[in-house]
């Protein structure tokens, strides 16, 4: 039977190899369009990305006066020199790695502990809990309840005011209900039951192991949330200590504030004006650099984790 069913396989993989399929006209003209599409698109995202860097590694003369376009103009490394050495900007720089992280884990956390409940057939009012949570995600209190909730809580002005707020997000407890509901099934809960495991065990020993797809898709999204976010400090910190670099980015950006060596004459503050445009394009590339490191270890688990996640179930 055994040598039968290979010789079975070895001929059903023969014939296969050999089967092509024709592209029609109609399909390759439709392929070509997609490519078409896809090198405008990278096109227009890249072109931006590029004049940033050749302005971040030019000269503050030439980025002033706009000689810049896709390649360094009089190549200098000054604005990143400036970066590093102001205290304020790496002082933004250490607190946005301490909310991303913290926030991260504690977000990914709290996920897991409601998303897997919720996931099994068995929890009594699961279906309650998640209308409940369904509904928070399309209407909210407000801007204004929710800072007088952070006050009364006396998380104004501290680290837990940019973590605790938005710790939980709905649209990731869905994601990962719906994949514990479809990979973990309930026979292997029940194999492990009888082996004497209790809940928390199975989570720890069997479901988290096996959910490594969906727990990088969810840490990425809370990663790049708690990295990029910036409302939460404007309303809630008070202390530049505290502030994350997206605020001192702001501040360098939009209110034109650089806390560099003050100036006492028109040259100084015109060299001053110069080192403040290039600083621009040097901060948004060190905001950026760290997500755009820490995708291509996650992306392999991305695209599976979302895609069973959502689509399944």
Same mark, same amino acid.
């Given at each position: ?11 059903? !993989? ?7 399929? /024709?592209?029609?006209? @109609? ?38 006066? !706009? ?6 103009? /009089? ?6 020199? /400036? ?19 913290? !926030? ?31 509904? @928070? ?20 002005? @501290? ?27 309930? /026979? ?114 991305? @695209? ?8 399944? !179930?």
């Amino acid at each position: 039977m055994s040598i039968t069913l290979q010789g079975f396989r070895r001929t059903t !993989g023969q014939r296969s190899e050999r089967t092509t399929i /024709e592209e029609t006209r @109609t399909d390759k003209i439709f392929l070509l369009g997609v490519k078409i599409m896809l090198w405008i698109a990278l096109i227009l995202v890249a072109l931006p990305l590029i004049y940033i860097v050749a302005n971040s590694f030019s000269s503050p003369s030439a980025v002033s006066a !706009g000689r810049v376009l896709l390649w360094p103009i /009089e190549p200098s490394l000054k604005a990143y020199r /400036e970066a590093f050495s102001d205290p304020l900007i790496m002082k933004g720089y250490l607190n946005s790695f301490i909310y991303a992280i913290g !926030g991260t884990f504690i977000s990914v956390t709290l996920t897991i502990a409601i998303a897997y409940p919720l996931s099994r057939r068995t929890f009594f009012g699961r279906n309650v809990i998640m209308s409940v949570l369904i509904f @928070t995600m399309l209407f909210s209190g407000g801007l204004i309840p929710t800072y007088l909730v952070v006050q009364d809580l006396g998380l104004l002005n @501290t680290r837990w005011a940019m973590v605790i707020p938005s710790a939980i997000g709905v649209w990731q407890v869905i994601i990962a209900r719906t994949f514990f509901r479809s990979t973990i099934p309930d /026979e292997l809960y029940e194999a492990a039951t009888i082996d004497g495991a209790s809940d928390l065990r199975f989570l720890w020993s069997v479901v988290l192991p096996l959910s490594k797809p969906v727990i990088a898709v969810i840490a990425l999204m809370y990663a790049i949330f708690q990295w990029n976010s910036y409302f939460d400090a404007l309303i809630y910190l008070k202390d530049p200590g505290l502030y994350p670099l997206q605020i001192v980015l702001r501040n360098v950006l939009i209110l034109n504030q650089y806390g560099g060596a003050g100036a006492q004459n028109l040259a100084q503050q015109l060299e001053q004006q110069q080192l403040a445009n290039v600083l621009k394009y040097a901060l948004i590339v060190i905001s950026s650099l760290p997500v755009l490191l820490i995708y291509p270890f996650v992306a392999r688990h991305f @695209t599976k984790g979302v895609m069973v996640g959502a689509v399944k !179930g």
